[in-house]
Nanobody
Framework: QVHVLESGGGLVQPGGSLRLSCAAS????????MGWYRQPPGKQRELVAV???????DYGDSVKDRFTISKDNAKDTVYLQMNSLKPEDTAVYYC?????????WGQGTQVTVSS
């Protein structure tokens, strides 16, 4: 069983920055993908950013050029640096970990962008 733990959410003003962290533990195998999804109030969950074990990244259109995903393979940890935050970035952010085709989710961390 892989455990996924997010941290770093909170309240930030528009134009501000936040950094989210996600640590995976308990995997006996190498992690294939780690990434972030978000679910705004009243909307469906959507892709924010993902990164493969080889470092290839992909971003949702609404966050390109503002958010950066990175990882520390030694710690099985992924980070999401969020800059130039907008009110529409308000959502619960979920970490996603994929190992050998199995998908694991964290509990989510709230990000609120408001003045």
């Amino acid at each position: 069983q892989v455990h996924v733990l997010e941290s770093g959410g909170g309240l930030v003003q528009p134009g501000g920055s936040l950094r989210l962290s996600c640590a995976a533990s308990g995997s006996r195998f190498s992690i294939n993908f780690m990434g972030w999804y978000r679910q705004p109030p009243g909307k469906q969950r959507e892709l924010v950013a993902v990164i493969t074990s080889g470092g290839t990244t992909d971003y949702g259109d609404s966050v390109k050029d503002r958010f950066t995903i990175s990882k520390d393979n030694a710690k099985d940890t992924v980070y999401l640096q969020m800059n130039s935050l907008k009110p529409e970035d308000t959502a619960v952010y979920y970490c996603n970990v994929q190992v050998l085709g199995y998908v694991y989710w964290g509990q989510g961390t709230q990000v609120t962008v408001s003045s």
